[in-house]
């Protein structure tokens, strides 16, 4: 992992902080092509109702309908937290290449159940139990305080299920 890895990390925490001001969960990632282009970004978007709204889901989808296998295969994930086996699959399966990612499934599991957080539906498992063939990189130790705060905040912070729930948001 170089500068420029990281320069593409901190602008996934950004997008997740975006989320966070928007009332989503904090997760955000962005697609750079071989030649450093980034080619599109985007951060969770689950308070619409769709759980499925992962940005990663969201850019696979989107390398899929935009780009040729050649250049998928040479494009870059990067991302605010680990995927998930939803979008490690569809990562894999649009034929995507590396994935970057700032802080692992492994931290953010520990994270919620510090925060007493309900496990989600699907089972965490790291993304080369899902995509075997995906070259991975993280976590990038220096952003784990950011994001971990990011999750703190949604949690804790006014985005409660209890406060979701009195103030009219979808419960998360
Ligand atoms: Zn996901």
Same mark, same amino acid.
């Given at each position: 992992?170089?500068?420029?890895?990281?320069? *593409?990390?901190?602008?996934?925490?950004?997008?997740?902080?975006?989320?966070?001001?928007? $009332?989503?969960?904090?997760?955000?990632?962005?697609?750079?092509?071989?030649?450093?282009?980034?080619?599109?970004?985007?951060?969770?978007?689950?308070?619409?109702?769709?759980?499925?709204?992962?940005?990663?889901?969201?850019?696979?989808?989107?390398?899929?309908? *935009?780009?040729?296998?050649?250049?998928?295969?040479?494009?870059?994930?990067?991302?605010?937290?680990?995927? @998930?086996?939803? @979008?490690?699959?569809?990562?894999?399966?649009?034929?995507?290449?590396?994935?970057?990612?700032?802080?692992?499934?492994? %931290?953010?599991?520990?994270?919620?159940?510090?925060?007493?957080?309900?496990?989600?539906?699907?089972?965490?498992?790291?993304?080369?139990?899902?995509?075997?063939?995906?070259?991975?990189?993280?976590?990038?130790?220096?952003?784990?305080? %950011?994001?971990?705060?990011?999750?703190?905040?949604? *949690?804790?912070?006014?985005?409660?299920?209890?406060?979701?729930?009195?103030? $009219?948001?979808?419960?998360?």
């Amino acid at each position: 992992m170089d500068e420029v890895d990281l320069r *593409h990390l901190r602008r996934c925490v950004e997008l997740a902080a975006e989320a966070l001001e928007k $009332g989503d969960e904090p997760f955000g990632s962005v697609l750079v092509a071989e030649d450093g282009t980034v080619l599109a970004e985007g951060h969770n978007e689950v308070a619409s109702g769709d759980r499925t709204r992962h940005p990663e889901f969201e850019l696979a989808r989107w390398a899929a309908a *935009h780009l040729t296998p050649a250049e998928r295969a040479a494009a870059t994930v990067y991302t605010s937290g680990e995927h @998930c086996p939803m @979008c490690a699959a569809a990562h894999a399966w649009v034929g995507l290449g590396r994935i970057v990612y700032a802080t692992s499934s492994e %931290q953010l599991s520990a994270w919620l159940a510090e925060l007493d957080v309900p496990p989600p539906p699907v089972r965490t498992l790291p993304i080369r139990d899902v995509a075997p063939g995906v070259a991975v990189e993280g976590p990038a130790d220096e952003l784990a305080g %950011q994001v971990r705060e990011l999750h703190r905040r949604f *949690h804790r912070g006014g985005f409660s299920p209890a406060r979701c729930r009195s103030g $009219g948001r979808p419960s998360v």
